[in-house]
């Protein structure tokens, strides 16, 4: 398999602020990560890709400028939430592809007041 | 968008009993995978099965996979009181543009009952 860990586990910030969201492959150097929101008793919708040395790819409907995504290394890659809002408010998850499977970081939680 | 439905929504059952969640999706695909989640956690990757399988099992986990109908099942035999999650189906289609993204049914939320 392989290990996913995020950082912070939740977070609680102010309307206006951005907040950065850590996602990091432990075990394994991961070229391409998925990053994923999940709204209280919803499914998981796929937000983007990230791909490690370029830019990210966005599924329609996200603002990339909104949700800034860097895949710095093959280990680490950061979401921003930029100008955060109370509707961001969400439990975001990313994952690591490794053959066929995904494995998936334990999520974090942000409230946006 | 959401690539199909799994049903039912919620499932409660008592120990000792199986739980069958059924998950139906719209596009070809090249494997599905079946994921469980515990409340405000992330996902633990639970077992996959290729287009070109028809069943699988590993332990108390039985899935079948029918292309024709274009849906999944999800059994769970002899259920216990920590089986009590929220089950995903999550499918990866053919054609995809990025190896390994997913699309994930709206989930099947179980109860087991001690």
């Known amino acids: 398999g392989a290990v996913v860990s995020q950082h912070p586990s939740r977070v609680i910030c102010k309307s206006g602020t951005s907040v950065k969201i850590e996602c990091r492959s432990l075990?394994?150097?991961?070229?391409?990560m998925f990053w994923y929101r999940q709204f209280p008793k919803q499914s998981l919708m796929l937000m983007a890709t990230?791909?490690?040395?370029?830019?990210?790819?966005?599924e329609q409907g996200v603002e990339k400028d909104k949700f800034l995504i860097n895949h710095a290394s093959l280990t680490l890659s950061t979401l921003t939430v930029t100008s955060a809002h109370p509707e961001d408010s969400s439990f975001y998850i990313c994952s690591v592809s490794r053959a066929e499977t995904q494995y998936f970081g334990p999520g974090t939680r942000l409230l946006v007041l | 968008s959401q690539q199909g439905e799994e049903d039912p929504q919620a499932l409660s059952i008592q120990e000792g009993e199986n739980a069958t969640m059924n998950c139906s999706y719209k596009t070809s695909i090249n494997n599905l995978q079946w994921y469980r989640q515990n409340s405000g956690r992330g996902l633990v990757h639970l077992i996959l099965?290729?287009?070109?399988?028809r069943e699988k099992h590993s332990g108390r986990l039985r899935v079948t996979l029918d292309t024709s109908k274009k849906s999944s099942s999800l059994l769970i035999t002899a259920s216990r009181a920590a089986d009590t999650a929220s089950y995903f189906c999550a499918t990866d289609s053919v054609g995809g543009t990025s190896y390994g993204k997913l699309t994930f049914g709206q989930g099947t939320i179980l109860t087991v009952h001690p």
């Open positions: 099965i290729r287009s070109n399988e």
């Open positions: 075990d394994f150097q991961a070229t391409t």
């Open positions: 990230s791909n490690e040395g370029s830019k990210a790819t966005y």
